[in-house]
């Protein structure tokens, strides 16, 4: 998963560092560790299933901005939220980005980021009952 993950930090413009123990490296084994054991929390099972990899990687992505920005290692103002488009449709979830010209960047970063979370109802296909 960590390739894919920072191929999708790379299409969105976010640069990593190189260095295979910087701290980017670390927040991102950290993330993924965490966003693993939430899904596998959340269903039951001991590995993330096939049909919840673009969503686990989304929601690595997204605790990795996240924690970044909270730690200050990440500068807002300096992404581009141009490409965003206003509106995305998946299945029943619908997330609209509003276009204003007050808006700032943290407000962009902020809705994308949310998207990026996904809710945990893409998991109750995968959910199974433990006793």
Do not use: C
Not at 100 to 105: C, I, L, V
């Amino acid at each position: 998963m960590y390739l894919d993950v920072v191929i999708r930090l790379s299409a969105l413009g976010v640069t990593l560092s190189s260095a295979p123990s910087s701290s980017d490296d670390m927040l991102l084994k950290h993330a993924i560790d965490k966003v693993t054991s939430h899904i596998n929390n959340q269903t039951n099972l001991l590995s993330v299933p096939k049909g919840l990899k673009e969503i686990a990687i989304d929601m690595v992505v997204g605790e990795f901005l996240l924690t970044k920005k909270a730690m200050g290692l990440l500068d807002v103002e300096t992404l581009n939220f141009e490409a965003v488009v206003k509106q995305i449709q998946e299945g029943d979830t619908n997330t609209i980005f509003a276009v204003e010209a007050n808006r700032t960047p943290e407000a962009y970063f902020d809705a994308f980021i949310l998207y990026l979370q996904h809710g945990n109802t893409d998991f109750l296909k995968y959910r199974v009952l433990t006793w």
